[in-house]
């Protein structure tokens, strides 16, 4: 950070954007179905390239879209004051206010989505007139500097690009450092002379607003995600998926032959000139059509399992050639698909529909790789969201809020199991742990944030009237509490 200006950062910026362009984009290629082509002879032809073409399977967004669907956020809490006294309502009301004003109930998706598939993503925070809003940033056209990318959760300076030149107009982008916004114009990636930066502006915080979302981040401040590994998997299941098409459709069948027997010629008509013509009543005489080779050309032949075969020649015989075997290949593809399973941590029956005859325990041995990879993600993203949090509550003016270290996401449990069972183990907690019925209630499937606070609303008001009946009920004697009538004498027994 020898030299911190704008525009050194700007071309900086630009420049990280240029060198992963290439990388990027050859992850996005996989995860939109576009892979390398299979091996194939120099003289393939466009029946080969056909098959190519129809033996790619796509395994990548099912690879990004199994862990996503378990990583959905329901609600936010606040950390504690020093003095220890749990933190008001209203502080949570706040916090999810600017979550639904950024309508991320929907659009988490796709900032986990993004991170999975090429190994981050970003989410800016800024000021807006409907107020203060999130919203994901794609790895394309975004890059961050950090200062110590493995460590830091806060970057010294951010740039989106927000359109790409086109023609003569140049490029535009937005940057962040810790205290402005600028705005950025460029020709192309690399050409770092064209950049220029305008005046700054205040955005509103003390950070740059823009956080990243890593799925996996290494000490050297390198991103992975669960596509760049598994693309030399995905080049050979479609190579051998190739193999199959090109086995199933040249050697699966039967040949049958005939030897001893020329093949009919194909015929034309011509006239008395020798002219060919199309006309029967012009026609004089017939000869074989000549190929481009000035070879007759042999006539097709129209046989199927309706027709008979036959030869006026005792010499001709008639034969077949047994089909080549095909499970090998089958096999092969089975195999492939196992390691992809193995390697991404993926259970089985996720990639090859085999679920018959399983117990529960198997389902669930099946699941733990899975479920561990997801708790990680949660993790690492759960991180991120503390910080968007963080940098809303700032913007907003809510100081204490910014200073928050302490909050955490709540995760929705995406566990398959009943509410009957939910209950049935919640109940158990309470009665036998002794665990308050209130802390038990984030923990109920699919309950929202919403739902939670109606919920604490309508225990306090509960709570009210029960307090209130206490109250009347000791204030109000009993009627053998009431005292003796003016005038009456107690007898002593």
């Not at 970003?122 to 056209?141: H, N, Y």
């Not at 190739?242 to 032959?257: G, K, P, W």
Request: with cysteine.
């Amino acid at each position: 950070m020898a030299d911190s200006s704008p525009l050194k950062l700007a071309k900086e910026l630009l420049a990280i954007l240029d060198r992963d362009e290439a990388r990027l984009q050859r992850i996005d290629n996989f995860i939109r179905g576009k892979h390398d082509d299979p091996y194939m002879p120099p003289q393939a032809d466009d029946e080969y390239k056909l098959l190519a073409k129809r033996a790619v399977s796509n395994w990548m967004p099912l690879l990004i879209g199994t862990p996503a669907q378990a990583l959905y956020v329901d609600g936010f809490r606040p950390g504690q004051p020093s003095e220890g006294l749990p933190k008001a309502s209203s502080s949570t009301s706040s916090a999810w206010k600017h979550w639904q004003r950024s309508r991320l109930d929907a659009r988490q998706a796709a900032v986990y989505r993004g991170a999975l598939g090429f190994g981050h993503s970003f989410v800016l925070t800024e000021k807006t007139k409907k107020g203060v809003i999130s919203k994901g940033l794609s790895a394309k056209k975004t890059a961050a500097l950090y200062e110590d990318p493995a460590n830091d959760d806060e970057p010294y300076a951010a740039l989106t690009v927000t359109a790409w030149p086109k023609g003569e107009a140049p490029g535009k982008a937005r940057m962040f450092d810790a205290r402005y916004e600028y705005a950025v114009t460029f020709k192309s990636l690399s050409d770092l002379d064209s950049v220029r930066v305008a005046k700054g502006k205040l955005h509103g915080s003390t950070e740059c607003p823009v956080t990243r979302f890593a799925a996996q981040v290494d000490l050297e401040g390198r991103t992975v995600g669960v596509v760049e590994p598994m693309i030399p998997l995905q080049n050979r299941i479609n190579q051998t998926i190739f193999d199959l098409l090109v086995a199933q459709t040249y050697t699966s069948h039967e040949v049958r032959y005939a030897t001893g027997m020329a093949p009919p010629l194909l015929m034309e008509w011509v006239d008395e000139n020798g002219n060919v013509t199309t006309d029967p009543e012009l026609a004089v005489d017939s000869r074989p059509k000549l190929g481009p080779d000035g070879n007759p050309m042999p006539a097709p032949i129209n046989h199927n399992a309706r027709r008979f075969l036959f030869a006026e020649d005792p010499d001709v015989k008639f034969g077949s050639l047994p089909a080549g075997p095909i499970t090998p290949l089958i096999e092969s593809v089975d195999m492939s698909i196992r390691h992809l399973a193995a390697i991404s941590q993926t259970p089985p029956h996720h990639l090859l529909g085999q679920i018959a005859n399983l117990s529960a325990e198997a389902l669930l041995a099946a699941e733990t790789a899975l479920s561990r990879k997801i708790t990680e993600f949660q993790s690492l993203f759960g991180e991120s969201w503390e910080r968007v949090f963080r940098i809303a509550a700032e913007m907003e003016g809510d100081t204490e809020g910014f200073d928050d270290y302490s909050g955490e996401v709540q995760w929705r449990d995406m566990e398959s199991r009943s509410l009957a069972q939910a209950a049935d183990a919640l109940g158990k907690l309470k009665e036998q742990l002794g665990i308050p019925a209130r802390g038990l209630w984030k923990r109920v499937p699919g309950v929202t944030q919403t739902e939670y606070e109606d919920w604490e609303e309508l225990a306090e008001e509960e709570d009210s009237v029960a307090q209130l009946a206490t109250a009347l009920t000791r204030a109000t004697p009993s009627a053998d509490q009431a005292p003796a009538p003016p005038g009456s004498e107690v007898v002593a027994a």
